[in-house]
């Protein structure tokens, strides 16, 4: 498995040249697009890395994993009054579809969608901000997880359309705490900072049961949330990634995508250059790479 990695990097990075990194939010255009890392973590417990493995990134529109994964688990059914389950197909920050379809978002991953289910969350959980980053922490068995304080301001001074999109939710009665504290608990999720080893590490309670004292999502909620992984995890790219990664998937545009194999092993990639639909270019190359490599035979055996 060691030597398959190796090789996957070394066929995946420089692909990186043809993307951008995002460079709409200040703090991360400063972020050096030569970084790689490609982690695997299975089921019984081992885990291969390669490249910078262990440096944490901005995980941005990840947290949304985390985020509907507790939401299932708190609110429960009524989350599905606030944001439906369907791909958006346009582009993720979109606030024509949000205002054409009555402010009801496509899904929990787009922006929209995401913004409604932290509103959500903070009705059900008035700490949401501090429970959401202890959970994660527990996931990914590492205390030392924690928000980027200048990803956060550079967000906050940039945010603007997600915050016309947590108005826009306002105005058709789908939210109900103050837009502005719901904007500023979304960019502090997005905000977080975690390694490529310490995503793998948190996915694993989609790939088998974990006893590591988070809640999130079991049973039929994980399920469903796989679900969606697969058809809204790479935006309005989800079914090309579907197609040739074949994998659930998650995204972000710090450069990570977080990919699950039940039963089998998580697997984080993280190059920080992304293409137009704003998904890391080497990062889908890895995964595909990985996934055609063993998916049909199981990792043990790559």
């Known amino acids: 498995m060691q030597t398959l990695l190796d090789d ?21 255009a400063a972020v050096d697009p030569a970084k790689f890392a490609l982690v695997v973590r299975t089921a019984d417990g081992q885990e291969w890395a390669v490249g910078d493995a262990d440096e944490p990134f ?6 949304k994993l985390f985020a509907l994964a507790l939401a ?6 009524p989350l599905w009054e606030k944001v439906g389950r369907e791909p958006s197909g346009m582009r993720f920050n979109s606030l024509i579809q ?39 922490r527990l996931l990914a068995g590492n205390p030392a997880i924690e928000m980027d304080g200048a ?10 359309l997600n915050r016309a999109m947590a108005f826009v939710l306002k105005a058709h009665g789908n939210l109900a705490n103050d837009p502005i504290a719901v904007t500023d608990a979304y960019f502090g999720a997005c905000s977080i900072a975690a390694s490529a080893r310490d995503l793998a590490r948190a996915a694993m309670f989609l790939v088998t049961p974990q006893d590591n004292g988070a809640v999130c999502a079991k049973g039929l909620h994980a399920q469903r949330l796989r679900a969606v992984m ?7 790219q989800s079914g090309e990634f579907a197609f040739r990664v074949g994998l659930p998937g998650k995204s972000g545009v710090g450069g990570g995508i977080l990919v699950v194999q039940p039963g089998q092993f998580a697997a984080c990639a993280w190059s920080p250059p992304l293409d137009r639909y ?22 043990n055996q790559a």
């Open 151 to 160: 990803v956060h301001r550079s967000e906050m001074a940039t945010g603007d």
């Open 72 to 77: 299932m688990e708190w609110v429960g059914e």
């Open 98 to 136: 949000l205002e054409t379809e009555d402010g009801r978002p496509r899904n929990p991953f787009i922006n929209a969608g995401a913004i409604a289910t932290t509103d959500a969350l903070m009705s059900a959980r008035p700490a949401y901000a501090r429970d959401l980053l202890e959970q994660i």
């Open 278 to 299: 704003g998904n890391s270019l080497a990062g889908q190359s890895a995964l595909e790479q990985l996934a055609s490599a063993v998916c049909w035979t199981g990792p």
């Open 58 to 63: 901005s995980i941005q529109s990840i947290s």
């Open 8 to 28: 996957i990097a070394a066929a995946a990075r420089p692909l990186a040249a043809d993307g951008k990194v995002a460079a709409y939010i200040p703090v991360l």
């Open 230 to 236: 697969r058809t809204c995890g790479m935006y309005d």
